[in-house]
């Protein structure tokens, strides 16, 4: 019960719940107090159990979107900066009550959902180690977006800053990173470089304008990494492209591109709107449990989406149909 509580109630608190259950037993005769600490060790342990035998029994791949197939259409690339993690999150206040094996948990789902922190930061000094570090800030159009930039400042209050998750046009999560400064193009290569392993066809972002010219210079320097530019086309999301310069939405507009079967380019949203409200939980949370916590909730996302996936391909083949009668009919 509290597995779907806690994901389907953001605001749910699990002490609350432990001394609810407390509640309910006292007037049976038994003992009214839960271990809120044992009782939060165990869900996760429960749910990580469950994991186990969806993925090595029966063979489930959580991050795979049967609509899209072997070929998607789209991998895409935002920020949430509401999911942080406070340094001071998990501290102790004498030193004597430190536990060192928290330092060296690892989390349960390793990188199934989540990539790890040293490949994401291999992949940033790679860059740097031949392309230089600059904090400037590109324009296009009468908007600055905070993700159009090399590199970024660190936040000095926060240990992650947030996450960078990649979806597709149907709303499912591929895959994400933690940021450990702000938004910058050196964490959307390495997205982008996900996208294309998983075989993507067009890659989305609020600037790929700028990041294009960004990752073919990164492919110049690294050969490795051009393949990801040649096979991959770029397009912007419908909303941001209104605000970028005119030429931008016409090169970059998703609407204009062959192929993209009227993709929106904003899906990714949807994830954002349902993440951004367990900000307040994961900013208190040790690292190992946020990313525990933040990785069952995308895949109980991903669920869902699947068990409600017939229902939406219906209402969009509907809507398809009724464009296409309108526009051949006139």
């Known amino acids: 019960m509290w597995h779907h509580i806690q994901h389907k109630m953001p605001s749910a608190s699990a002490n609350k719940f432990a001394e609810t259950l407390g509640e309910i037993s006292k007037p049976s005769g038994r003992v009214g107090q839960v271990n809120v600490h044992l009782f939060k060790k165990a869900k996760q342990e429960w749910e990580f159990l469950n994991h186990t035998i969806d993925v090595k029994i029966k063979m489930q791949d959580k991050m795979y979107c049967p609509p899209c197939g072997k070929r998607p259409i789209m991998g895409s690339s935002d920020g949430i900066v509401k999911l942080m993690r406070l340094k001071s999150a998990g501290a102790v206040r004498k030193s004597k009550n430190e536990r060192p094996e928290l330092q060296t948990e690892k989390p349960f789902y390793g990188d199934a959902a989540i990539k790890s922190d040293e490949a994401v930061k291999a992949r940033r000094d790679l860059i740097y180690s031949k392309i230089p570090r600059t904090k400037q800030k590109e324009m296009c159009g009468g908007s600055v977006f905070k993700a159009a930039r090399i590199d970024s400042g660190k936040d000095h209050k926060s240990d992650e800053t947030g996450l960078i998750v990649s979806g597709c046009r149907h709303g499912m999560v591929k895959g994400a990173i933690n940021m450990h400064h702000g938004e910058t193009f050196t964490h959307t290569h390495f997205i982008h470089h996900v996208s294309w392993k998983q075989n993507c066809q067009f890659f989305c972002n609020d600037v790929v304008c700028k990041y294009w ?63 951004s409200q367990f900000g307040y939980v994961t900013k208190h949370m040790t690292k190992t449990n946020r990313e525990n916590f933040l990785s069952a909730e995308f895949f109980y996302w991903n669920k869902r989406k699947l068990f409600r996936m017939p229902k939406f391909l219906r209402n969009r083949l509907l809507k398809v149909r009724i464009l296409f009668y309108a526009v051949f009919k006139t």
């Open 213 to 275: 010219k960004f990752a073919i210079r990164v492919g110049k320097v690294f050969p490795q990494f051009m393949p990801m530019v040649n096979e991959m086309g770029g397009f912007l999301p419908r909303m941001h492209a209104k605000a970028h310069y005119l030429t931008c939405q016409v090169l970059w507009n998703v609407h204009w591109k062959k192929r993209t079967a009227l993709t929106i380019g904003e899906e990714h949203e949807q994830v954002f709107s349902r993440m």
